[in-house]
């Protein structure tokens, strides 16, 4: 578990991860796209909810057993940020599979971010683990909305839902 002091609640550090990766996807984005980015969460816990053709992830940390964060990204997100970068490469034609891909390296840099910044709260190296796509994510998960915000692009109503598990 991830605890800078022993006064911290479950909800403050559930609030930490889901801005820090926030905060790690934007800069991913800005990197690989030289698009300025920013995200947003309000801090409010809510019930999944599967959306039709939202990429699910799980991406598991080094700090032990079950410790990971599940991620569910809205198709117009993941296509909107995929297409964004292959174009600042200077693809103009993008299809859904190569913004798929492209979208999975910005969860790649994202989450090898995050990965960063458990290792500086917690003062020991963490590594990402393995990392699945999923259909779907467990009935009973519990999230924070993490919106992304892209100039010219209508996206901040379909926010990432961001879950930690609750070893991590």
């Known amino acids: 578990m991830i605890v800078a002091n022993q006064k911290e609640t479950a909800e403050q550090i559930t609030q ?6 926030g905060r790690r996807f934007a800069t ?3 990197s690989m796209a030289d698009h300025k980015t920013s995200t947003t969460c309000d801090g409010v816990s809510l019930p999944f909810t599967a959306a039709e053709g939202a990429l699910n992830v799980e991406q598991e940390f080094s700090i032990g057993p079950g410790c990971l ?4 990204a809205p198709e117009l997100v993941w296509r909107e940020a995929g297409t964004r970068v292959l174009q600042a490469a200077g693809i103009e034609e993008v299809g859904r599979e190569d913004a798929l891909s492209t979208f999975h390296e910005i969860l790649n840099q994202t989450h090898s971010g995050l990965a960063q910044a458990m290792s500086s ?3 020991r190296e963490v590594n990402c683990g393995a990392k699945a796509d999923k259909d779907t994510l467990p009935d009973d ?3 924070l909305s993490v919106a ?3 100039t010219d692009a209508e ?3 379909y926010p990432v ?3 930690p598990s609750s070893e991590l």
Do not use: C, P
Not at 69 to 72: A, E, G, H, L
């Open 69 to 72: 964060i599940r991620v569910s």
């Open 16 to 21: 930490w991860l889901a801005e820090e990766w």
């Open 141 to 143: 998960t519990v999230g």
């Open 155 to 157: 996206i901040g109503d």
């Open 161 to 163: 839902f961001v879950s």
């Open 28 to 30: 991913a984005v800005e």
């Open 148 to 150: 992304i915000n892209m």
């Open 121 to 123: 709260r917690l003062k």
